[in-house]
């Protein structure tokens, strides 16, 4: 069955608005009495419903039975990202939606090519969020991703729960390996991966990163990987030792 985010929740019934309806009206063509899923974004709850009623600004759906699947980690993993060029950020949050990432910050960096400010800033991560509520429903996730502000090494703390494990994967360190950092962190506080952008991290943001946000400077192994490559395996292993992964 089709899947859609619950615009608006009742006792028995919910409603779809504004895209939700859009793309289940013009898209999909569905009508009244057929079957579909609605997923509660803040609470998890997933809805198997019946559509009773297609309006001009929404669709009323009555609920036939309610669940709690147990889709999303049990580790709150969030992905930092530097700015990248071209497709890259999309990707990222795509694919970590899919692998189960509890949100991502884009970060400005001293090396990052592409450069956001203001209202350009702003409507980029209006289109980053869609990318992660579409990946969402085709994943089968209750709970999609929020994609942060734009933001800069100064106010990245705030961005995050004040308890966050910080981890930085960086070319330059030969003697720490993630493995072995993975052991120390407690897998019921929030984990935050910084990863850099196209030339990784300048030393005085690891530096940063280090002595502000106590961050562990962690290697990946011998060889150097693309941006987007380092965000999703590292977030891929992260998820995997914890168990929400294979």
Known sequence: MNRFKITE????????????????VRVLRLKPGDMVVGFDNKTGMEY??????????????????????DVEAHTSVYLVAGLSKGEKMEWVIQKGTELGMEGLTPLRTKRSVMQ???????????????IASEAAKQSHRVQEPVI????????LAEQLPPDTQWLIPYE??????????????????????????????????VAFAQEK????????????????TAAVATLTMVLAHFGDLG
């Open 213 to 228: 946000l106590g961050a562990q400077s962690v290697s990946l192994g011998p060889r150097i990987l693309r941006t987007e």
């Open 9 to 24: 929740l009742g006792n028995d019934v919910f409603w779809l608005r504004d895209s939700e309806r859009e793309h289940l």
């Open 172 to 205: 330059e360190e030969l003697t720490q390996r993630l493995a072995s950092v993975l052991k120390s962190l407690d897998p019921k506080r929030p984990i935050a991966i910084l990863i850099g952008p196209e030339g990784g991290f300048d030393p005085t943001e």
């Open 148 to 155: 942060s502000k734009v933001c800069d090494w100064r106010d």
């Open 48 to 69: 198997t419903s019946v559509i009773q009623k297609i309006e001009d600004s929404s669709v009323t759906c009555r609920i036939l039975s309610a669940d709690q699947p």
């Open 116 to 130: 956001l400010e203001g209202s350009k800033a702003q409507d980029r991560v209006v289109r980053w969020q869609k």
